[in-house]
């Protein structure tokens, strides 16, 4: 896996509202974060599968 992609995933993830912290969780995703989000696959600011409507939101 490219660092740079799973550095720049975390930023993201690290920046959501709905992330668990400590944790590779969120609300969307309460017993682990698919791994294509994490490797920046896919673009969680839109709607992914299993996601219960929850999608990425800036953290304020």
């Given amino acids: 896996m490219d660092d ?3 550095i720049n995933t975390v930023k993201l993830c690290n920046n959501c509202l709905h992330r ?3 944790t590779a969780n969120c609300k969307a ?8 989000i ?9 709607p992914y ?12």
Avoid: R
């Fill in 4 to 6: 740079g992609i799973l």
């Fill in 29 to 36: 995703y309460p017993n682990g974060i698919p791994k294509e």
């Fill in 38 to 46: 994490l490797e920046g696959k896919v673009d969680h600011n839109i």
């Fill in 20 to 22: 668990i912290k400590f």
């Fill in 49 to 60: 599968e299993n996601d219960n409507g929850i999608t990425f939101e800036k953290n304020s």
